[in-house]
């Protein structure tokens, strides 16, 4: 069959295991499992030699690990012991005519599975191993080569063509140097905190069925299937774990999960499904300042990249942002990497107000290049016509920042035009989505971001309230000034609105008062209708379902 050019087992020119497994034209897996472990239906033996963790972890894996943070626990200690041992891990392979020995001890619980080139290598090296003689006469046989001694072996009888279907690794291991018919002999080598997940990788190689359901166990089998490299069964394992209640410690172990592990697509499904109880959970992240503030950089990657942020702007993203990095990162330099790489791709900074943009170009914790970009694309984006924001947002909600994509923002974004000369003047302009309108019935409010205009504080607020005779309801607009205390602020101002046909703003109403802090003015039927005629289908002040509202402002001489 070779030379006709395809290979029905080689991942290379065959689709295996193909990752649809949800596919209306794809039946179930066969079940196999009749055939596990039985020599009548095997064509070779497999040797699995187990030998001792460390002692702490040998102790804890005795215990077990009954919950998600036991599991985590030792994923870290593991960690730690592979930094300890990087270098000394030389493969330990010995091979005879009947037998290949093949240690799967992970090497580095972050970069060993998924290289292609290392597997290839590893196997092509059996070649070289001693003599089955040399083997057998060695005094060293039930030690590994970091000294861990062979606590027990397990054989087992397998199928060959069944295993390197579902793994590519098997597909290899049996595809090179073992060709010859007296060849059947095939030893792994692994840690006893492996050999459980092991049996039950194999047998889910043959039945697609997994006997285990705990998040734990689960996760074990996972993180063989990505050494082995068993994507059904990372699936598999992946869908159960999603379908487990998912708790702020889960979602947070499922995002620290080695990176090969992460970067499998099988396992988006679990990480995004991870993603999103985190941004939903925290929300709020006034609510829960204090859990966020504590969350790894995975946590509050998740928390950041969502939509549905419930925060007055993006000016208090950005803030929250700063806050939790100077907490985790005191040196500047890493600041500015986590800020400038990794966290700054979800501040929404075109939807920030020109004064914060002001102070992202002067704060040190970014880098100054990276600054000087989004400023400006942010102010690029601002100076653009509400239809090309709004393709630009088209456009951009498809990557992982979204930055051109609106926040449900408590305080709506506004667009400002300031002038100086012959008086002080500015013009603010404020969008308002049709269910953002309908929201506020029958008591609601809405207000927008902060603007300035000669030093002080201003915003709009836009209301469904009763008219002044108490007959019906309608829409209102008001001006009010931030600044508390005894300042004094005389003020002309008027309010206009796009109308149809024209689509031309038209003025709704003018006036002029001197504010003193905290005190708003305004209008409460801007529009001289009652609130079902504002939001009837055939209203004239909604465009492309946007209502657009323009104030000016001008300092009294």
Known sequence: MRDSGLDLFDPRTAVMDSDDSSSPSRGPDPDFGFAFNDSNFSDRVLRIEIVSDS??????????????????????KRRRGDVSKKGNDALDITNCPEEQILDCQEPDGEDSVGDENHDEEEIAMI?????????????????????????????????????AAKSPF???LFSNGMMESEQRHVTLRIT?????????????????????????????VLMAADKFEVASCMRHCSRLLRNLPMTPESALLYLDLPSSVLMADAVQPLTDAAKQFL??????????????????????????????????????????ALKWTRTHYQKLEERRE????RLGRYIRFPYMTSRKLRKVLTCNDFDHEFASKVVLDALFFKAEAPHRQRTHAIEESTSSSRRFVERA??????????????????????????????NLFPSGRVYSQAFHLGGQGFFLSAHCNMDQQSSFHCFGLFLGMQEKGSVTFAVDYEFSARSKPTEEYISKYKGNYTFTGGKAVGYRNLFSVPWTSFMADDSLYFINGILHLRAELTIKR
């Open 409 to 438: 923002y408590k305080y709506r974004p506004v667009k400002v035009v300031e002038f100086e000369l012959p008086r002080q003047q500015c013009v603010v302009y404020l969008d308002l989505k049709r269910d953002e309108c309908a």
């Open 170 to 172: 098997f597909y290899k």
């Open 192 to 220: 006893a905190s492996e050999e459980a997940a092991l049996m039950e990788l194999l047998n889910f190689m043959y039945s697609s069925t997994l006997s285990t359901n705990t998040a734990p166990a689960l996760l074990d």
């Open 55 to 76: 002692s702490s972890e040998a102790r804890a894996e005795s215990e077990g690990c009954q919950t998600l943070a036991d599991w985590a626990a030792r994923k870290t």
């Open 127 to 163: 070649e070289d191993s001693p003599s089955g003689d040399e083997a057998a006469n060695s005094d060293d046989s039930n030690w590994s080569e970091d000294g861990s001694r062979v606590m027990r072996v397990k054989t087992l009888h397998i199928s060959s063509p069944i295993l």
């Open 279 to 320: 941004a939903a959970r925290y929300k709020d992240i006034s609510k829960y300042q204090d859990e966020v503030m504590i969350l790894p950089l995975a946590g509050i990657e998740a928390v950041l990249s969502s939509d549905d942020l419930q925060v007055a702007s993006e000016d208090a993203v950005y803030d929250f």
């Open 338 to 341: 986590i800020l400038c790489t």
